[in-house]
DNA sequence: ACGCCCACCTGGAGGC
DNA sequence: TGCCTCCAGGTGGGCG
């Protein structure tokens, strides 16, 4: 489920088990993710030491000390990280596991992604703000860059329903499908408003409740980090969350009065409440 | 230039 | 049981 609190909580537990580590040993299963994974990626990282794990939008970027080549690694739509410890190691393998690292020679961090939209490879740190990957992507949401003065600037003219709009990395990086919705029910904006429409107030309240769900989902998978560690861990946890996402013909838990309405847009699902959202 | 559609993949859920 | 259809957290290329 990786959008930003989900790469973000995966950060986090990479962080507490692979940091300072050195990264003995590079297993790849199949190279074929979105991107292929070079040819070169084994001899690029095997034998370094992790410096620190950084996030931009969807991207972890593992940097190893005294290497100018970054990891940058994305989980897709099904990507998911297990991260290894002493007897869990024999466990029996899953499928769809395309790379196994070790570290230290104890610790395994596997990428499973059965459908294989994900991608790892090496970009050299001086090069990162400029990658076809990277360079396009607007502010980090939880960052001081997104303010009311840049989004109202950014819609101006704008008749992409703002639902589309806050889905796009380039206006916003991090957000996703279910955040989007999440935060315009916390807003009370409709999805199917156009950018252009909104008032500088409707603005203000919009990015308040993008920041107000990421850090709460954060949050909440920090608190589930453990979890993380197993195979399904964290799942049934964040869809407790979800006020709107994934809850069409449920009644709306703020009115209690309308069914939550499922629409399509830009070819993605949206659910919303007719009655708390205009 | 912008907004939308589609393909890229696999698996799970639900209908018949 | 099995087969079919639809749906899924992302992304970028291409089209009108």
Same mark, same amino acid.
């Given at each position: 489920?990786?959008?930003?609190?989900?790469?973000?909580?995966?950060?986090?537990?990479?962080?507490?088990? !692979?940091?300072?580590?050195?990264? =003995?040993?590079?297993?790849?299963?199949?190279?074929?993710?979105?991107?292929?994974?070079?040819?070169?990626?084994?001899?690029?990282?095997?034998?370094?030491?992790?410096?620190? !794990?950084?996030?931009?939008?969807?991207?972890?970027?593992?940097?190893?000390?005294?290497?100018?080549?970054?990891?940058?690694?994305?989980?897709?739509? @099904?990507?998911?990280?297990? !991260?290894?410890?002493?007897?869990?190691?024999?466990?029996? #393998? $899953?499928?769809?596991?395309?790379?196994?690292?070790? /570290?230290?020679?104890?610790? $395994?961090?596997?990428?499973?992604?059965?459908?294989?939209?994900?991608?790892?490879?090496?970009?050299?740190?001086? #090069?990162?703000? =400029?990658?076809?990957?990277?360079?396009?992507?607007?502010?980090?949401?939880?960052?001081? $860059?997104?303010?009311?003065?840049?989004?109202?600037?950014?819609?101006?003219?704008?008749?992409?329903?703002?639902?589309?709009?806050?889905?796009?990395?380039?206006?916003?990086?991090?957000?996703?499908?279910?955040?989007?919705?999440?935060?315009?029910? #916390?807003?009370?904006?409709?999805?199917?408003?156009?950018?252009?429409?909104?008032?500088?107030?409707?603005?203000?309240?919009?990015?308040?409740? !993008? #920041?107000?769900?990421?850090?709460?989902?954060?949050?909440?998978?920090?608190?589930?980090?453990?979890?993380?560690?197993?195979?399904?861990?964290?799942?049934?946890? /964040?869809?407790?969350?979800? =006020?709107?996402?994934?809850? $069409?013909?449920?009644?709306?838990?703020?009115?209690?009065?309308?069914?939550?309405?499922?629409?399509?847009?830009?070819?993605? @699902?949206?659910?919303?409440?007719?009655?708390?959202?205009?």
């Amino acid at each position: 489920m990786p959008e930003l609190p989900e790469v973000e909580t995966v950060r986090r537990g990479l962080e507490h088990a !692979i940091k300072g580590r050195k990264l =003995t040993d590079i297993m790849i299963a199949r190279h074929d993710l979105r991107l292929p994974i070079p040819s070169s990626f084994i001899k690029t990282f095997q034998g370094h030491q992790v410096e620190h !794990i950084d996030r931009r939008a969807k991207y972890l970027l593992v940097y190893f000390k005294d290497l100018d080549a970054v990891m940058v690694w994305h989980l897709g739509m @099904s990507g998911r990280v297990l !991260i290894l410890e002493g007897k869990d190691r024999q466990q029996e #393998q $899953e499928s769809h596991v395309h790379v196994i690292m070790t /570290f230290d020679d104890s610790v $395994e961090v596997r990428f499973r992604d059965p459908r294989r939209f994900g991608l790892l490879t090496a970009v050299d740190r001086d #090069q990162l703000s =400029t990658h076809r990957l990277l360079a396009h992507l607007g502010p980090e949401p939880l960052g001081k $860059e997104l303010s009311p003065d840049y989004l109202l600037e950014l819609l101006k003219g704008k008749k992409a329903p703002i639902k589309s709009i806050i889905c796009d990395q380039a206006v916003i990086a991090g957000v996703g499908n279910i955040y989007a919705c999440e935060a315009l029910f #916390q807003a009370g904006i409709s999805p199917l408003r156009l950018g252009h429409t909104l008032s500088r107030d409707e603005v203000a309240k919009l990015i308040h409740a !993008i #920041q107000a769900v990421l850090k709460d989902a954060v949050r909440a998978g920090g608190s589930s980090l453990r979890d993380h560690v197993q195979p399904n861990g964290m799942r049934g946890y /964040f869809q407790k969350l979800f =006020t709107v996402y994934d809850r $069409e013909g449920e009644k709306c838990l703020k009115c209690k009065k309308s069914n939550i309405v499922r629409t399509v847009q830009s070819g993605r @699902s949206t659910f919303y409440c007719p009655t708390c959202q205009h």
